[in-house]
């Protein structure tokens, strides 16, 4: 059995690949980490009996280790914590599904071991991105993609990777689909939380109603496929059915289809290059009767093109981009700004940003703590 460590696992990726453990049977789930969701933490360790596992946050560390004193699981904490759950000898596959740049220490920590992991936590390589693929080269190291787009941009490719002339990745176009910037001044949070295709964590779900993750997903695809960002075409795909393309030098197109179900990517991720059992329901193409495309709004959705130009700037501008977007997120979510200010604060700390280039790690984490400060300031 391939023994596993799930970084985020209370979350709704984290939660999805328990359950694929749970489907197939073909894992042991050695460690498990999550930031203070202290409840769902102990029924873990209950259920799946891992050797390690991890509360970033102390005081639900210190909280659980009461809790789970009479279990032999080991309670860390902190992301040095994290750390030592992405990187024990026993395991073979780090599951990265923390939200956030917070997810980028530890897995580091994983490829520096020498771990094969499945990313989900698509902030690791947009914000640091030469830096993971770098490490992830010497160590030797594959990373499989969790990110539906990326998974299917991944099985598209097939190991024809030098006949890529393009990548085509889709959009489901998010609850505002349709509408102009000028209707999108009054969203509400909860407006924002109703995904039309996937169940996602708060922070993913905003990014898809502001286009944000789509941004985020063409960096992550330059950093993982090797190609320029005026190669990846996003288009919006309803359905959400084909979950990305990619089109070859003699002009053949290549798409993966699927239903919107994430544990199809985390399962192919952890078997690859097998595959296992079905995880999910199958496809009826009869019952989705139509397939439809239309191009990206980009008057209303200009987060697009705010990703581009940071992937075109280099250094730590796609840094500046992810952390202004958490910020501006979390203060839209805490009601304390306005859906469209989320761009336009982006926007801000991109021109204010240092253009710095050839970045080290510092870098990266001063760059982000510069564009959260903008936010705040500007906000
Ligand atoms: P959730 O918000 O549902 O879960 C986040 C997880 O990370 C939880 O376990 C949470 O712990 C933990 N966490 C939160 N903050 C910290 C922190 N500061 N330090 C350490 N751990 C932390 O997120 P998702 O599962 O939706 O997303 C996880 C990642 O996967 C993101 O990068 C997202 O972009 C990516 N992704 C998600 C998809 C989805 O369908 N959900 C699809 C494709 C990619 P706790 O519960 O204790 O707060
Ligand atoms: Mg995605």
Redesign the pocket.
Known sequence: MKKISVL???????TQTLDVVDITGQYEVFAL?????VE?LEKQIRKYKPSVVCM?DENAASDLRVRVKDTPVKVLSG?DG?CECASCDEVDTVVT????I??LKPTLSAIRSGKRIAL????TLVTAGEIVMREASLNNVEILP???EHSAIFQSIANQGKFLNRIIITASGGPFFGKTREELENVTPEMALKHPN?S?????TIDSATLVNKGLEIIEAMHLFGLPVDKIQPIVHRESIIHSMVEFCDGSIIAQMGVAD?KLPISYALSYPKRTVPVCKALDLVGVGKLSFFDIDYRTFPSIDLAKKAAESGGVMCAVYNGANEAAVELFLGGKCKFTAITELIEKAMDRAPKTQNPELEDIFMADMFARKIVKECC
């Open positions: 985020g696992s209370t979350g709704s990726i984290g980490s999550a930031h203070s969701n769902l970033t992301i994290a599904a923390i939200v956030g917070a997810g989900a936590n698509k902030e969790v990110d539906s996937w996602m964590g708060a922070k993913i994430m």
